[in-house]
């Protein structure tokens, strides 16, 4: 993020687009990149050492919707409320969500007739957000997108995005956005994947193109800090397997909520941000690796049936890290019309509709949704009473 040398700790290999689900019927080849990881020793952000040019993942066919889960729609609508409630109560207030999607949270704040702007740059999602009767702009967020906007609408209250600022390199273009919007004691709130729970849980699936960042609150509020800003609150989510919420203002605006020292301090004594904590981490990530291949193979050597549930794109990570085809993973269930149909990317698995996994059967069913499984164990309880067991990978390969 500062520009200084990365020191890189895990090399997940040639890797395509996790959210470039194949036709079964096309005929140019994947856009491949290497997927590794690395640490700034000087800002102790952890990022990607390479970067995809954003438009060849998010363009008019990106397929990922977010209201596919009942969690996070009830999740999203609680933001939208808390919001309403405490930050979007002066006159006219507005509020600028970047990386909207199919507008999970901004339907909420659109029925409340509070102003909002969805910025969504990928075009089929942006529309489902515009059918919900939610303003939204085509277009990535950044600098000179912002200081047309404050023209445009005046100050915003607040910019919110979530699983969306770690998915942007360019993070000077963004502060520099950000001040150009934000109105003088507002707030910028985002939420994304935490390393403390990448670390803790091994859930290296988290790592992938779109995941360009994964954030701590030591690099996030040295980030913040750098831009002329401060990090005056954090809160720990369960959702998406373990997140931070992050309230940011500008430098001096906000008193500072003592979570922040608290989670500053649980990180310092953790070595969060040390190569050596980093290396472990990548040494366990090689060990779960063998554990599920070993496994797969094991499975499929016993005339076993395998499939995976939830095309998620971090299940491209595993995949294709752990060279998982459809030879050992016959199929993949997903609600998502986009991904139904086509090939998962790199590694070929078909991707089919939900409702062909009460005919199927299958002996097995690989968890790639693995941060919905309260959620699809309650949906899918027929699989486990006629026998079924779930394979998880996180934080250990497991059948329960
Ligand atoms: N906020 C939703 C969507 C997350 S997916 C949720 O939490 O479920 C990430 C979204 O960010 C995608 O829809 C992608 O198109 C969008 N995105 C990527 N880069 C962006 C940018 N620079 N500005 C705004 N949105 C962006
Ligand atoms: P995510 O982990 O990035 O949210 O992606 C979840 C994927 O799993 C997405 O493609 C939708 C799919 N899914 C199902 O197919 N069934 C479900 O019950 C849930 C929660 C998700």
Known sequence: MCGARLEEFLDLGRQPLSDAFVPPDQDGEEFFFRLAVGLCPSCSMVQLTEEVPRGRMFHEDYPYLSSGSSVMREHFEGVARRLLETELTGSDPLVVEIGCNDGVMLQTVAKAGVRHLGVEPSGGVAARAQERGIDV?????????????????????????????????????????????????????????????????????????????????????????????????????????GEVRYWISRAGERSVSPRVSELLAEEEARQLGSLATLQAFAAAVGSVREDLLALLQRLSSEGRTVAGYGATAKSATVNNFCGIGPDLVAK????????????????????????????????HLLLYAWNHAEEIKAKEQAFSAAGGRWITYVPDVRIT
């Open 137 to 241: 702009r085509v277009a990535f967020f950044e600098e000179e997108l912002a200081v047309a906007l404050r023209a445009e609408l005046g100050p915003a209250t607040v910019v919110y995005g979530a699983n969306t600022l770690c998915h942007i390199p360019y993070m000077d273009s963004i502060f520099a956005g950000v001040d150009a919007l934000l109105a003088p004691g507002g707030v910028f709130v985002f939420e994304d994947p935490y390393l403390g729970d990448i670390v803790e849980k091994t859930s290296f699936d988290q790592i992938y193109d779109e995941h360009f960042y994964l954030f701590s609150a030591t690099s996030v509020s040295r980030m913040a800090e750098h831009f002329g800003f401060e990090l005056v609150d954090v809160e720990r989510l369960e959702v998406h397997g």
């Open 332 to 363: 993949v269930y997903d609600t998502t019309p986009a991904k139904q149909g086509r090939l998962t990317p790199g590694t070929h698995i078909p991707v089919v509709p939900m409702d062909e996994l009460a005919a199927d059967r299958p002996d």
